[in-house]
Nanobody, 118 residues
Framework: QVQLVESGGGLVQAGGSLRLSCAASGSIFGIDHMGWYRQAPGKQRELVARVTSGGDTNYVDAVKGRFTISRDNAKNTVYLQMNSLKPEDTAVYYC????????????WGQGTQVTVSS
């Protein structure tokens, strides 16, 4: 069984910064991509940023230049550094990872709330 545990969400004023962390644990033999999604009230969940096992990254246009995704393979952890936050970044942020145990599976964290006040 694999668990993704997120931390780092909270309330911040516009222009501020937050850093999200997500640690994967369990019977893990490998991790392919890791990423962050977000879901605002009344909206569909969307991909925010993703990083491959080789370190290649991609971002949704709305966060380019403000957010940075990174990972520590030794710790099975992915981070999302969020700078210059805007009220429209307010959402529940979910960690996602493709993990190999005895097969490849797609796993989600429980979500962490990010609220940006104007």
């Amino acid at each position: 069984q694999v668990q993704l545990v997120e931390s780092g969400g909270g309330l911040v004023q516009a222009g501020g910064s937050l850093r999200l962390s997500c640690a994967a644990s369990g019977s893990i033999f490998g991790i392919d991509h890791m990423g962050w999604y977000r879901q605002a009230p009344g909206k569909q969940r969307e991909l925010v940023a993703r990083v491959t096992s080789g370190g290649d990254t991609n971002y949704v246009d709305a966060v380019k230049g403000r957010f940075t995704i990174s990972r520590d393979n030794a710790k099975n952890t992915v981070y999302l550094q969020m700078n210059s936050l805007k009220p429209e970044d307010t959402a529940v942020y979910y960690c996602n990872a493709k993990v190999y145990t005895s097969y490849w599976g797609n796993y989600w964290g429980q979500g962490t709330q990010v609220t940006v006040s104007s």
